[in-house]
């Protein structure tokens, strides 16, 4: 295996703003390209100041749906990430791997939640 790769999501998003789902998915193919390849990446949180769901989901959750959790954990580490950032991380992770575990069940809970939009006039 070669060195590492470094990316620095602050680079990647252009902004210490890590909130869009679309930003989330920038940082995702990095991540994506370098796990199917078989290289460790250091994943920098360097100068980010806000994080949310939807962009942690879109750039690490997503991971869980093509890889084990022992290849992320083998493969991807995180850098210069605040403990309250690296907390809502955690939690994110924890509800994407439950979710990928039994897809179909959450994608029912969803439905029966939100409703059947076919039934509305």
Known sequence: ???NIQISM??????PFCVATDDGQKVHKHLD???RANQEV???FHNITALTTPFLTAAIGELYGTF????IRSLLKVEDIAPDHLA???RVVRDVKLYFKNP???NQIFQ????DDDDEV
């Open 33 to 35: 390209a370098a796990l």
């Open 112 to 115: 029966e939640v939100l409703g």
């Open 1 to 3: 295996m070669s060195k």
């Open 68 to 71: 084990s959790e022992e290849e």
């Open 104 to 106: 179909q069940r959450y």
């Open 42 to 44: 250091v994943l920098s």
């Open 10 to 15: 602050f680079e990647v998003v252009g902004s």
């Open 88 to 90: 809502f991380l955690e």
